[in-house]
C-alpha cells in the first residue's frame, strides 16, 4: 500500500481549472509528508484544509487561485488483486 498526493487548482468561486497529482506513488505516509512539504514551500501561505488530511495554499492573501492537496492512501492493481478473498474450488465429482 502506497500513498498519493492528489491537487486541484481552484479560480474564483471555486471553479476547478487543473489536477493532477504530486510526484505520483509514494510508498509511505512520511515520503508523502515529505512530497507535500516540498510542494508547499513554494506558496507564501498555506494551512491544513477542514477535510481529514487536505490542505490548500496560494501565492498570496489576494490571490485568486487556491491549490488544494489531499492525501490518500492508494492500493496498487496489483496489490488489490492479491488482496481479494480467494475463493475455495469445490469438487463436484462425487
Keep these: 500500500m502506497g500513498y498519493r498526493l492528489d491537487w486541484r487548482l481552484l ?6 481549472l ?8 509514494l ?8 512530497a507535500l512539504a516540498a510542494f508547499l514551500r513554494q506558496f507564501a501561505l498555506w494551512s ?3 477535510e481529514p488530511d487536505s490542505w490548500w495554499a496560494k501565492r ?23 488482496l481479494a478473498p480467494r475463493r475455495e474450488r469445490v469438487s463436484l465429482a462425487a
Design 48 to 50: 491544513r484544509d477542514s
Design 11 to 16: 479560480g474564483r468561486e471555486s471553479r476547478m
Design 27 to 34: 510508498r509511505d505516509r512520511r515520503s508523502a509528508l515529505e
Design 18 to 25: 487543473d489536477s493532477g497529482e504530486i510526484d505520483g506513488d
Design 60 to 82: 498570496s492573501a489576494d490571490a485568486d487561485l487556491t491549490v488544494q492537496i489531499a492525501l490518500r492512501e492508494h492500493v496498487s492493481p496489483d496489490l488489490a488483486r492479491g
